[in-house]
């Protein structure tokens, strides 16, 4: 059973960084795309980044584009999502994600991920 277990979420000042890990076990970590969502008090799930386990592809949301960066590191079976110049409205819970897919579109869908961490705070004051 593939296990994802995510950190790094904490209080930040607006324009400040924080970068997120997320863990994995129970599976083979290089074979698996994995994303990052977040959701934030009342609304839905949103699509943050991806990145596909083939070759390497990242994708990201709009809203985050040159301001976040996932990657990862399968010595460690870690991900990780550098977010820099925080702002409020980035305030969520993240949920890091794994699974099979490697097309663009599904990666950005909540639904082609099979295996979800417990989610972090990340808290972004104005």
């Known amino acids: 059973q593939v296990q994802l277990v995510g950190s790094g979420g904490r209080v930040v000042p607006a324009g400040g960084s924080l970068r997120l890990s997320c863990v994995v076990s129970g599976g083979t970590f290089s074979a698996l795309s994995m994303g990052w969502f977040r959701q934030a008090p009342g609304k839905e799930r949103e699509f943050v980044a991806s990145?596909?386990?083939?070759?390497?592809?990242?994708y990201y949301s709009d809203l985050v584009k040159g301001r976040f960066t996932i990657s990862r590191d399968n010595a460690r079976n870690t991900v990780y999502l550098q977010m820099n110049s925080l702002k409020p409205e980035d305030t969520a819970i993240y949920y890091c994600?794994?699974?099979?897919?490697?097309?663009?579109?599904?990666?950005?869908?909540?639904?082609?991920?099979?295996?979800w961490g417990q989610g972090t705070q990340v808290t972004v004051s104005s």
């Open positions: 990145l596909e386990w083939s070759v390497s592809n990242t």
């Open positions: 994600a794994a699974g099979l897919a490697t097309d663009r579109r599904a990666l950005m869908r909540p639904n082609s991920y099979k295996f």
